[in-house]
């Protein structure tokens, strides 16, 4: 989902190079009028969307941005401005429907009420189901005059290639490591606790700062102390799967697939190449019960699941998460 679709933003620092070629397509009459901007959640794709909105609207951008004064700012920082349409799901986790594209092709056909563009900006484009993909390939194969499709996608996978070959796309990978602890300690006034929440985060600096915006830390230790009980037969999965009902379950796996790899490096390169090192004396553990070939099943395991929740097939939670904590378990030897 968007963030502060009421405020003006501007780009993150590790992506000005990007921003830069946009503006000199747009200086040179050369946008394309679908962008696709692509990559792993939490690299700040959607707000370098919501920022290249605001400018391409803005009456008087300054300094290679939205000016955040004149009358379209105003309106845009009211979610009132006529030739901005943002589309997300109605819900979290839930499809963008056929009906919410076709207002999208409704809007494409009209002349802009300001006399510039027109912008429309979908986030997630994969959360589209089929009818609303199919609904939207008529915009981009015939998209109004001065009209800019702008895409976010987290799972380029679920976007169908039609939808993807009609669009330029925008790679965003995780930034390098070291300009976002630099960015992040700037925010929250502390490198050694940037670097943990990067950790924790996979890289992904927003993510990072979502994190620090709530109680992070005792969420982490809830989930590390139920998935070391779990695996050393202290705990009952199913029980186990109930005190993870209050957790996003996708958010948790993501931290399953991070301490697993985590693992897989400790393995490998020793306990000085662990990022979790709370988790060091777990690995020694695990490295004394569980074998490699078992610890890469799992893993793979791990991914099917957040291929699941990432999709539509809408799946019972409950059932999921006490499925995987029954099959960790049994890797730890408990029936």
Known sequence: MLADV????????????????????KEQDHLPHGLLLRGPQGTGKG?????????????QPSGGVACGQCKSCQLLKAGTHPDLL?????????????????QVLEFSSKSAQFGGYRV????????????????????????GVNTLLLLVSHQISGVLATIRSRCQSIDFPIPPGAESTAWLSDLV??????SQLLSVANGAPVTAVQLNDRDWLKEREAIVKTWIA?????????KAAETWQSFSLLEIIHW??????????????????????????FYKQLQARLP???????????IQVRGILSSQANPNLQLLIEALLIKWAQLGGNS
């Open 86 to 102: 943002l589309v997300e799901p109605e819900e979290a986790g839930k499809a963008i429907k056929i009906d919410q594209i076709r």
């Open 6 to 25: 009421h405020s003006i933003v501007a780009p993150l620092p590790w992506q000005e190079n990007y921003w830069a070629q946009l503006l000199s397509s």
């Open 120 to 143: 429309i900006l979908i986030c997630p484009a994969e959360a589209m189901n089929v009818n609303a993909s199919n609904a939207l390939l008529k915009c981009l194969e015939e998209p």
């Open 256 to 281: 399953l697939l991070a301490w697993q790899i985590d693992y897989s490096r400790f393995c490998v390169a020793g306990a000085e190449n662990a990022s979790n090192r709370d988790l060091i004396p």
């Open 47 to 59: 707000q370098f969307a919501l920022a290249f909105a605001q400018t391409m609207l803005c009456d």
């Open 292 to 302: 490699t070939a078992q610890s890469h099943e799992f893993y793979d395991y791990l």
């Open 189 to 194: 006034g502390d490198e050694q606790k940037a």
């Open 230 to 238: 779990v695996f050393e037969g202290k705990l009952d999965p199913v």
